[in-house]
């Protein structure tokens, strides 16, 4: 007799946990495959497994020991109630970002608005800012062809009109004025490469990660072309590594002396957030 789904998932669990990993990501994973919800789950998961799942879930358990993340297995990841297609050219969104993009939608009150997005990736965040704010015009901005190819996907997806650049920083877009320069770059210093999660160090891409500098090259170049185009009464929001919060702060008040640098903390209390206006 066929074991029941329930029993597969639950040793699947195991096994990944047996190796430190977590266990709930083989159902998260099977769930997405199977497009199945919570209530689908509990209906379905002491019924017999179809041979062709069971086969899909020893794979995926293959895949999770050797650290792919799951969200690359699936080609999604959820980002503000909205479903992004996610691959190996981009970063995975996390909820730290959903933060930012929070505040930007909390702090800017005008109904018209121009925001560009530096580092789009899989454009989470200027889609977001777009689908939330229609009237607002969102451009974003990413120096590899393969990540913008994945915004751009994500975007008629989703349904919303992005400008997109191919680009380093700020550089194709410097020529006009922005009300809002939004970002979350590559702020992890080469010197905490043994600190990530093996995931992370295997799969995700490098270039959207790591930056010179202990990891605020990129704050310093944002900061010196914003000088050029952020408008004199705009707004920059920067997500930041928890330790940088002084370090960022210092670099954006040297650069805007006359705007207010503000650390914001996340939803556990760590500085996440640089904002400046």
């Known amino acids: 007799m066929a074991k029941s789904y329930f029993l597969t998932i639950e040793e699947a669990k195991s096994q990944l946990e047996s190796h430190g990993k977590e266990g709930y990501a083989i159902q998260s994973v099977f769930l997405t495959r199977k497009n199945w919800d919570k209530t689908k789950w509990l209906l379905h998961m002491h019924e ?48 730290e970002t959903e933060e930012l993009v929070e505040q930007c939608l909390q702090k800017v009150t005008a109904e018209t608005c121009r925001v560009v ?24 901005v990413d120096v590899s062809v393969e990540a913008l190819a994945v915004a751009k996907k994500n975007a008629q997806h989703l349904g919303v009109a992005i400008d997109f650049f191919q680009g380093d920083t700020l550089g194709p877009v410097q020529q006009q004025t922005w009300d809002v320069i939004i970002a979350n770059p590559p702020y992890i210093s080469y010197e905490e490469w043994p600190l990530m999660d093996a995931s992370v160090r295997k799969f995700e891409p490098k270039l959207a990660l790591f930056a010179e500098d202990h990891g605020l090259a990129m704050y310093k170049k944002i900061a010196q072309q914003a ?30 002396p006359k705007k207010e640098v503000q650390i914001k903390k996340d939803m556990f209390g760590n500085p996440r957030m640089v904002l400046v206006h």
Do not use: M
Request: negative net charge.
């Open 48 to 95: 017999p497994i179809h041979q062709a799942d069971e086969q899909q879930i020893a794979s995926d358990l293959e895949q999770l020991l050797a650290d792919i993340p799951p969200q690359y297995l699936t080609g999604q990841e959820e980002f503000f109630g909205r479903v992004f297609f996610v691959n190996e050219s981009t970063l995975i969104p996390r909820p």
């Open 117 to 140: 997005d530096i580092g789009t990736g899989t454009g989470a965040i200027a889609v977001t800012v777009k689908a939330e704010r229609p009237l607002w015009q969102v451009a974003a």
């Open 227 to 256: 000088q050029v185009c952020l408008d004199e009464q705009g707004w920059l929001f920067l997500e930041i590594g928890y330790q940088q919060g002084a370090a960022v702060q210092a670099i954006f008040q040297q650069a805007f």
